[in-house]
């Protein structure tokens, strides 16, 4: 029984515990095992698991790497091109220090590409880091010709210099002309004087060519010579003396023959006749002293767009291994933050916990193989597609409001037709789809004459015009619109709403045609209802045609100043460079034949790759909808692939991914058959592009404007994968806008995703901070949390909604809050409406604050005779001041100072407040504020002690009493008033007083 007692106490003699008796338990049992002989058994998948932790690792040591590598390659690549621009780059860099960059740069690669070798991206960027060091070398060779060459001109310039040779450019033309001019004149004058130097030669008088001066100018050269006389000459006076003192020869001999030789070659009408004929120009060339016009141009490098265009690529390429590495990171994070160990210890809690990582880490590695798979697949499917079958293009109507968007769709339809669906046009869920042969009906004569072939199977337009189908045709940031038509009011030119589009359009690169509607209002204009239009311009009045040939003329213009190619479809010789213009009128149907004719065009010869049928699922959530007998339904777009019965299908919920099967696929029936009281034709499989109504359960929460994605059965983990990407678009939005702005700002609210990232972009250009965003119908829960901004800036307490709908217990419940709500159905009233508000409340504050703040000035009494009122025993004092400084304003706290007195606290120069600016007269008219140079009648309400010549006298200056509590309050809510003067004169008065 001791020894018993003695194995249930430990060292210490104390009694052990249950979870120290389980493990003493547990380690005999081991040790029996051991003695026994039983071999421990090996752990495969801990090994597996273990090696797959190892190799995980060692990628994302090598991603982390890469994206250093990249970061700092792209930044070397501009150091380099700022470099390369020299004095004309605003900010100055040297290049040893780049160079010196570049080497240690080239160091790293070479030590990653040693440790990893078999990582494809570290090799990519180490030959683009191998690039942009022989672009550094060339640069620093060209940099050091460069060097010699300007050291050689600067010795030469010395050397010159140092002779008397360095002119001017003007100087050299002017020595350059009288040179020529002397050789001409003396031409003949050298061919007579052959002879020189033999004994038998003839005597020459020399004769200079400034013998002849006017008295005037001998005496301005005497007095000039007498005043310079010890200055050394001017290099310019030395070249003019040089040349004209120049000797022209001249026979002495030879009697009236010579002399009237020389008169004909030195002067006399003839010599005029002679020079004027003369060619000074090639004189100048000729004598060798035509000035440098030709100035030695640096030696340049051509900058090649490879390098950076290969660095932009990785940079891109680094940017989304970013978004992957963050998104690893965060799941592991959240995987930390929601894990819980249990209260009671042990080896058993242990285990369990180890294999709680080991299934985790292997869940892990089984989403990184499924999101792998999943890749392969869709890159497998978009090789395998094929230009034989493609699928119908998906169209959107955009513009601006009343220029014709739905008349003009309308029309398109054919749904102003009493008699039915004409045409065999089908109405699907949220679009219309036109069927091949419908498409060639409605070209009518264009068909034939232009010798269309069809390819497509038909053309589905968005029935919904405007931004809102745009921006929800839309699959993980990218558009699945292919073509847009873009609506202009030919009347009107371009207008905010179309330059919105425009620029949305160019965002997403999407191709569009113009459509310049309402042609039938031009003045004149004779219509045929479903005329094409260049049949319909033909038979137009020269008048009609030259006002239509104006107005075209300016929208081209308007739209060229938005930087886009514009012309005539029918004058169009390049579309892929010109955007096509189709003069049209919806209310007659004239030139709706000519933009069907160019959508099918255009999609069938240019954009082919886009609009091949695949197999892989791309499809988006336009509404959810509560129907009678059906219950909550989602109307989707499928743009490409085939949706069938049975498959699920996940979608971006509020509260999480919403995980479901379809139930069933619904589109409308035609119109002729509406006596049926079956409204909707059910299908057991459908292919895209089709606008279809899908009945499933847990519908409610979907968020519209998101994804719809069907996972792979036979990929394990692919349904793991797909519940994260289809959150991804929702919770980036939600997380940039809270993150970006610290938690403060206006509470952000849209019918769909793609309306919400429309609105979110828009308040971001605007400078609107957001703290939060919701999709749908505004709730009692929103208003509660846009209320909490009371806390904090209560300004901001505010909801702005995009076309979304108001539920009335929100709007009590804002009323009780004091919460603002703002709704739009277009993005810019929403703006004008929140900056109107946010201008009230700025003008409340600034009144609030107005006796806290005070404007810097400094002014003075103008004169003793300017003291009308001195003060004191409760009088007020009246004095016209002048101000020096500044501004001065009604409620302006002004002080002087106490000659020879210092501050106890600060020891600093001590001041006496005297009393606040009551009013102001400028010109005997009230005035607010005065500006600096300006006088002022001032009434200053005095303390009951202080009067004029008492304490001060028109001597001394006045300032304005600044604090720490003025100087904030001017901060906060007066910034913009003060200019840059103002701002001096604070900081210079802040010193004055030593505020801190």
Known sequence: LAEEEGDETGADGKPLSKAQKKKLKAKQKKG???????????????????????????????????????????RLDKALSIVRLGDKALRKLDSADVSAEVDVLVGRCEAAVAEFDDHERIAKIHAAVGELRAAMTAQMELEERRR????????????????????TKAEKEKAAKQQAYLEAIGKGVGA????????????????????????????AEAHGGAEHAGEPEEPDAVAAADLDAAPVEEPEGGGEEGGEEGRAKGGGPEADEEWDALDLDAKIASSGLAPDTDSEEEECIPVGAGLTSKLAALADDSKRAREEAERAAQAKLDKLYHFKPKADGGSDDETESESESDEEDQVEAGKAAARAEREARIQ???????????????????????????????????????????????????ASFFPQDTLVDRMGSLHAKQKVNVRVPGLLIIDTPGHESFSNLRSRGSSLCDVAILVIDIMHGLEPQTIESMNMLRSKQTPFVVALNKIDRLYGWVSVKDRPFVEGIEQQDESVRREFEHRAAAILLSIAEQGLNAQLYYRNKDPREYISLCPTSAHTGEGVADILLNLVGMTQKMFVDRIMWTPMVQCTVLEVKVIEGLGATADVILANGTLRRGDRIVMCGFGGPVVT?????????????????ADYLHHQQIDGAAGIKICANHLDNVVAGSALLVPFADIPYDLEVIREDVMADLNKLAKAASEVNGGLGVYAVASTLGSLEA?????KTSKIPVSAVNIGPIHKKDVIKASIMHEFKPEYATILAFDVNVVKEAELQ????????????????????????MADVRREQQEKAASTAVFPVICQISSPDHVWCRGGGGDPILVGLAVKEGTLKRGTPLCVERRGMKDPDTGMQAYLDIGRVMSMEVDRKPAEAVKAGKSAAVKIDAVTSIAYGRQFDHTYPLYARVTRKSIDAIKEFFKEDLSKDDWALLLKLKKQYGVI
């Open 32 to 74: 029996d095992g051991d003695e026994e002989g039983k071999a421990k058994p090996k752990n495969a998948i801990a090994d597996r698991l273990r090696a797959a932790q190892e190799a995980r690792a060692r990628e994302e040591a090598a991603m982390n790497l890469y994206l250093d590598l990249a970061d700092e390659a792209q």
């Open 148 to 167: 010699r060459a300007r050291d050689k001109e600067k010795e030469r310039k010395e050397r010159m210099r140092a002779e008397g040779k360095l002119l």
């Open 192 to 219: 007579a004087a052959g002879g020189e130097g033999g004994d038998g030669a003839a005597k020459k008088r020399v004769v200079y060519s400034n013998r002849k001066k006017k008295k005037a100018g001998d005496e």
């Open 380 to 430: 497998a499917a978009m090789a395998a597609r094929t230009p034989n079958r493609l699928r119908s293009p998906i169209c959107c109507i955009m513009g601006h409001v009343d220029t014709g968007k739905t008349k003009l769709l309308d029309n398109i339809r054919r749904t102003n037709v009493q008699e039915g669906e004409a045409g065999g046009i089908t109405q699907q869920i949220g």
């Open 661 to 677: 099967r379809v139930r069933d696929l619904l589109t409308p029936r035609p119109l002729r058959e509406l006596r049926v009281k």
């Open 759 to 763: 609105l979110l972009e828009f308040l």
């Open 814 to 837: 804002a009323k009780e809050s004091q919460v603002k709500i703002f709704t739009a159905e277009i993005i810019y009233h929403l703006f004008d409406k929140f900056t109107a508000y």
